[in-house]
């Protein structure tokens, strides 16, 4: 078995190469070079630029404590880079393992995240049944049970359509929920179906992929096993773990992109969609996604000329990333785990701000804090 002082490390990279394969392997459905590459660990980072609240979501007394613990760490951790097969392994199996131990739980959250990790479809379903039946007006595992049921390799016994109807009643206002219709029902060949769908995603409330809620659970449910490893690599493996439950927007690309070239009516369905993404959605493969849709269903209506703006604000947030210190991002990450108040703080900054606006704020922090204490600085 891997070492525990391993796995953080193997988490982040897991995370950062399963988005990476997600994403560079859509562009032939999405015609989308627009997709960035999320950083790692969150595998998703957030929306429309906007500014931190002014108030501190990170208490400097916690902040400065992590980082005196991450820095300390630095060096150790830093020469972990490298995977190996067995590592991977390691990591897959630490899934399975989870999953077997909290499929026998009363628990509904339990049993949804051993559903999530399970890797045999027919027991995936169901545990689902089983969550459902236990907490059946819960969103976010009515969504989790909708899209695992869209996979084409989950058992034909899946009851996808009861699960839709449910999900519409209890998740009405949620974009990603309609588009996760439209997706299925495009694949169906029920093509008026699917447009109606559309129309409802893009006049939708909300934008949730339910992602922040995904890594508290799995952290949380690491710990209900009694996981023998301590809190900062439990929180490093809940976003790894995370990072292979995202939506399959190669779907919803697919069909915008088809449609699109036929219909204008598509065009301006999959138009909207793509504008509410971009202002709502919290991780940044939404925006992406959001500002991809932009782009194609305006090429599709010949508006050259607005298309090119999605491009120049793609390419901007392109830029910033290249431009970005990697030492800070590193130290940043390493901080978002470093201890609970952390990562609660930022995954509540995450959902009320976004994550870019949530890693912004630490940042932001960290600066104020090294003004007053420099000595609190890592060592190069």
């Given amino acids: 078995m891997t070492s525990a002082r391993r796995l953080p ?3 982040v990279s897991i995370a950062a190469l399963i988005v990476l394969a997600y994403v560079f392997g859509q562009r032939d459905e999405t015609d989308d070079s627009e997709v960035d590459a999320p950083t790692p660990i969150s595998a998703a980072v957030p929306v429309a630029e906007a500014t931190a609240s002014t108030h501190t979501e990170f208490p400097t007394d916690e902040l400065r404590s992590a980082l005196t613990d991450v820095c300390s760490n630095t060096a150790t951790d830093s020469a972990d880079k490298e995977l190996t097969q067995e590592e991977i392994d390691a990591f897959n199996q630490l899934g399975l393992d989870l999953s077997d131990s909290l499929a026998v739980s009363a628990s509904a959250e339990h049993i949804h995240l051993a559903a999530l990790l399970a890797n045999d479809s027919d027991t995936r379903v169901e545990l689902l049944e089983r969550a459902i039946s236990n907490s059946p007006s819960d969103p976010f595992i009515v969504w989790s049970a909708v899209r695992i049921c869209s996979d084409s390799a989950v058992s034909v016994d899946c009851p996808l359509g ?10 009405s206002q949620n974009s990603e929920s309609w ?5 299925n029902r495009y694949a169906a060949g029920e093509t008026d179906a699917a447009l109606e769908a559309v129309r409802h995603a893009a006049t939708a409330a909300e934008t949730r992929i339910y992602w922040t809620e995904t890594v508290e659970m799995i952290e949380r449910g690491l710990a209900a096993a009694g996981s023998e490893y301590p809190f ?6 809940a976003f790894g773990f995370a990072a292979m439950m995202l939506p399959v927007y190669g779907d919803y690309t697919r069909m915008c992109v088809e449609q699109s070239s ?3 009516e598509w065009a301006y369905a999959c138009l909207a969609y793509g504008e509410l993404a971009e202002n709502q959605s919290k991780t940044e493969i939404g925006v992406s996604i959001g500002r991809s849709m932009q782009k194609l269903a305006l090429e599709a209506l010949g508006e ?5 703006d999605v491009e120049r604000r793609l390419q901007r947030r392109r830029q910033e990333r290249l431009n970005a210190d990697i030492e800070h991002i590193v130290l940043t990450e390493r901080l978002m785990v470093s201890n609970p108040t952390m ?3 930022f995954l509540a900054a995450t959902r009320s701000v976004g994550e870019v606006a949530a890693r912004r704020k630490i940042v932001a922090e960290i600066d104020r804090l090294l003004e007053q204490q420099p000595e609190l600085a890592c060592e190069p």
């Avoid at 588009?179 to 997706?183: G, H, L, N, S, W």
């Fill in 343 to 345: 990562f609660t703080a």
């Fill in 179 to 183: 588009m996760r219709i439209a997706a």
């Fill in 232 to 237: 900062p690599e439990r929180a490093g493996m």
């Fill in 162 to 171: 009861d699960w839709e109807q449910r999900l519409t009643d209890v998740d």
């Fill in 9 to 11: 490390v193997i988490v």
């Fill in 262 to 264: 036929q219909s204008a």
């Fill in 304 to 308: 050259m000329e607005k298309a090119a």
